[in-house]
C-alpha cells in the first residue's frame, strides 16, 4: 500500500504543471470576494488590495499571487478562485518592436502614429506635446506626453486657451497602463476622425483631443512582456520590495485627495502618492485641461456648473462595461447629477453598459482625474469601463482580434454620441 501511494503521488507530480520559479513570470490568481457595497468594499479597498473595476451582486474582484488568498482570510474575507491565469513563457518583445501580445502597438509606435496622422492630414490634425514622462523627466529614458487635436482647422482651433471658439471633446486611454484596450481604442478613433466621413463632418464645430497614452512609463512596462504583458497599473515612480512600483495616476488627482478607496502604502496598486497631484502626468493632464476649458463651477461639492458649460472629457479603462461619472468619492449627488446621468445612460445605452456613479455600481475612490475635471472646471467627465469580466475578450488581456470583432463596434456610437453632446452637455 505505501509503495503503491508514493507511485500515484510521483505521477501526480510528474503531470502536473511545474511551478513557475520564484523569481520568473508568476501566475495571476482572480479571487471573487464578497464585499457588498458599502463598509465592506471601502476596507477591502483602504487594505490596499487589487480589487478590479468589476461587480458581481455582493462580490467584488481581486487580483493577487498564489499568497492572495490567504492574506484575504487573515483579512476576515472569504475569497475564492475566480480565475488563474498562467504565465507564458514565450519570449519578451524586442526594444524595436511596433507591436507585442498578438498587435497590440507600443507606446513608440503610437506616439509616430500622431506624428504620421498629422503629416497625412495637416487640414485635421495638429500634435500637441503638453509634458514628460516621470522617467523622462530624471533622465532615465521616459517619454513625451503627447495629445492630438483633430477638428477642421480654421483660426484659433487647437490653441491652448480655454476660449477657443469650439467645443472640445477630450479622450484618454491607457493611464491605468495595463488596460490595453483603451489604448487601441484610441489608435482606432484617431483613425476613423480623419478617415470617415461621419465622424469628419462633426469637425467643423467641435475639437477632439486625444490622449492615446496617459502614463507611457507604465505602458513600457507592461510592453516589455512581450506575449505575456506585464499587469503594470501604476506609473514607474518609486519602489517597492514586495509589490509594483509606482503611484496609481487615477488616485492622485487633488479632488478629495487622500481619501476613500486609496492607500498610502507604496506597495498598494492604489498607492495615491505623497501628496495630491504630485506626479507629473497628472500634473501635464491637469495643467492642459485648464488650457482647454472654461471654468463654469463655483466651489464646494454641492455647486452645479453653469448651463452654457461646453465640452466633455472621456477617460477610458478596462474593465465591467460601466459608464461613470463623479461623484466617485462619495455618493452624494453633483449640482448637474441630472444631466450627468442622462449623459451616461445615452452612451451606456448604445453599447449594453450600466451606468451609475462608482459608489452605486462598484466602490467609492477619492482622486481620481474625472472627479478633479468637474470639481475643477465643471465640464462633464466620464470613465468608461470597457469589456466583459469573463469570456475570450473580457478582463484586461483580451486577445488583439477582439478590438476590432467586439469592443471597437460598442465604443464607436458611445463616441459619437460624446461629440454630440460635447456642444451642449448641460
Keep these: 500500500m505505501r509503495t503503491a501511494v508514493a507511485l500515484i503521488a510521483c505521477l501526480a507530480l510528474l503531470l502536473s504543471p511545474a511551478p513557475a520559479p520564484a523569481d520568473g513570470p508568476q501566475a495571476t490568481y482572480v479571487l471573487r470576494v464578497p464585499a457588498p457595497l458599502g463598509d465592506s468594499a471601502q476596507r477591502l479597498l483602504g487594505l490596499g488590495y487589487d ?13 493577487g499571487g498564489r499568497n492572495t488568498a490567504d492574506e484575504l482570510r487573515a483579512d476576515g474575507y472569504r475569497p475564492a478562485v475566480e480565475k488563474v491565469l498562467p504565465p507564458s513563457r514565450r519570449a519578451p518583445r524586442s526594444v524595436g518592436d511596433a507591436t507585442y501580445y498578438g498587435g497590440y502597438r507600443t507606446i513608440t509606435a503610437h506616439l509616430a502614429h500622431l506624428d504620421q496622422v498629422a503629416t497625412a492630414h495637416p487640414e485635421l490634425a495638429t500634435v500637441v506635446d503638453y509634458g514628460d514622462s516621470w522617467r523622462k523627466t530624471q533622465g532615465s529614458g521616459g517619454h513625451d506626453l503627447k495629445a492630438v487635436c483633430v477638428t477642421r482647422r480654421k ?7 480655454p476660449t477657443a471658439p469650439k467645443p472640445r471633446l477630450f479622450v484618454m486611454g491607457q493611464l491605468h497602463a495595463r488596460e490595453i484596450t483603451t489604448g487601441d481604442m484610441a489608435w482606432r478613433f484617431i483613425d476613423d476622425l480623419v478617415g470617415s466621413a461621419d465622424l469628419t463632418a462633426l469637425l467643423d464645430e467641435l475639437e477632439v483631443w486625444v490622449v492615446p497614452i496617459a502614463n507611457p512609463d507604465g505602458v513600457d512596462i507592461v510592453e516589455s512582456g512581450g506575449d505575456s504583458p506585464v499587469l503594470q497599473r501604476k506609473n514607474a515612480n518609486g519602489t517597492c520590495a514586495s509589490g509594483p512600483r509606482g503611484v496609481d495616476l487615477n488616485r492622485n488627482a487633488g479632488s478629495h485627495w487622500g481619501e476613500v478607496g486609496s492607500s498610502a502604502n507604496r506597495c498598494s496598486e492604489t498607492y495615491r502618492g505623497t501628496r495630491a497631484d504630485s506626479e507629473v502626468e497628472v500634473q501635464a493632464l491637469e495643467s492642459l485641461w485648464r488650457k482647454l476649458y472654461r ?4 466651489p464646494g461639492d454641492t455647486a452645479a456648473a453653469t448651463q452654457d458649460t461646453t465640452g466633455a472629457v472621456i477617460s477610458m479603462h478596462s474593465y465591467g462595461d460601466y459608464v461613470l461619472f463623479p461623484w466617485g468619492w462619495s455618493t452624494q449627488k453633483t449640482g448637474n447629477d441630472a444631466a450627468l446621468r442622462k449623459m451616461a445612460q445615452d452612451m451606456a445605452a448604445l453599447s449594453g453598459f450600466r451606468a451609475g456613479q462608482p459608489g ?10 474625472d472627479d478633479w475635471v468637474y470639481d475643477d472646471l465643471g465640464v462633464p467627465s466620464f470613465v468608461w469601463e470597457i469589456g466583459a469580466s469573463s469570456g475570450r475578450c473580457g478582463g484586461f488581456l483580451p486577445p488583439f482580434s477582439c478590438q476590432r470583432d467586439v469592443h471597437w463596434p460598442k465604443v464607436r456610437p458611445m463616441l459619437v454620441s ?4 460635447a456642444k451642449r452637455p448641460y
Excluded at 51 to 63: N, Y
Excluded at 360 to 369: D, F, K, V
Design 51 to 63: 480589487v478590479l473595476e468589476q461587480r458581481d451582486g455582493d462580490d467584488l474582484f481581486v487580483a
Design 155 to 161: 483660426p484659433g482651433d487647437c490653441a491652448l486657451t
Design 295 to 298: 471654468d463654469t463651477r463655483a
Design 418 to 421: 460624446a461629440m454630440k453632446a
Design 360 to 369: 452605486e455600481l462598484l466602490y467609492n475612490a477619492a482622486g481620481a482625474t
